[in-house]
């Protein structure tokens, strides 16, 4: 059985964030901490057997949380390299399955984790998480997946594996994802107030 006990979480914290303008999105205020720390901090009572961060050029001191960090050198490639960099990262005795989790969502928590754990269904397993309209990250996957992992290419990351899975549905606040200034503008006026 798949239990956080036997699974890597992955936290995808690489990209070119071009959206975003011209700073790091993932050190971006929001509610007293960077961005790019929230989802570490939601998750870090979970007992996962390990903990993997991929990324490039962001400041964050993922390591100093305790996460083995593998650098994307080449984020310009798309978000499939950092899925299969962190996978390759990931594989190691006793793990049977990674959690992918993308670290501009701030408002994920760990309750959801559990959830996607509970609707687990062995080695073959892709359980990802959904607002009731579209599946996203979070989500779990099976040792029978990784290999499919890490072949993925292009900008896509394992959106097709994702569809074609099983989906577990959570409040849309908790999968917000934040890729431009507006939207973080936005996140702030709902739950945070403005940077001084």
């Known amino acids: 059985?798949?239990?956080?006990?036997?699974?890597?979480?992955?936290l995808l914290a690489a990209g070119r964030s071009g959206r975003f303008g011209l700073s790091d999105k993932l050190t971006a205020p929001f509610l007293g901490r960077p961005l790019g720390l929230h989802a570490v901090t939601a998750?870090?009572?979970?007992?996962?057997?390990?903990?993997?961060?991929?990324?490039?050029?962001?400041?964050?001191d993922y390591a100093a949380r305790g996460y083995e960090v593998a650098h994307n050198r080449r984020p310009e490639e798309g978000l499939s390299l950092s899925v299969r960099l962190g996978v390759q990262a990931a594989r190691g005795e006793g793990i049977d399955a990674v959690l992918i989790a993308l670290a501009d969502m701030p408002r994920i928590t760990a309750a959801?984790?559990?959830?996607?754990?509970?609707?687990?269904?062995?080695?073959?397993?892709?359980?990802?998480?959904?607002?009731?309209v579209r599946p996203k990250p979070p989500a779990l996957f099976g040792a029978?997946?990784?290999?499919?992992?890490?072949?993925?290419?292009?900008?896509?990351?394992?959106?097709?594996?994702?569809?074609?899975?099983r989906h577990v549905v959570t409040s849309p606040d908790e999968l917000i994802d934040v890729d431009t200034e507006e939207e973080l503008a936005e996140l702030r006026a709902r739950f945070d107030r403005p940077p001084t």
């Open 112 to 132: 959801q984790i559990y959830r996607l754990f509970d609707a687990q269904h062995g080695p073959r397993t892709v359980v990802a998480s959904s607002d009731g």
């Open 1 to 10: 059985m798949i239990a956080p006990e036997n699974t890597a979480l992955v």
């Open 43 to 60: 998750l870090e009572g979970v007992p996962f057997a390990r903990r993997i961060v991929v990324q490039d050029g962001v400041k964050l």
């Open 144 to 165: 029978a997946r990784l290999n499919a992992l890490e072949a993925l290419e292009g900008d896509n990351g394992a959106r097709d594996m994702i569809l074609a899975g």
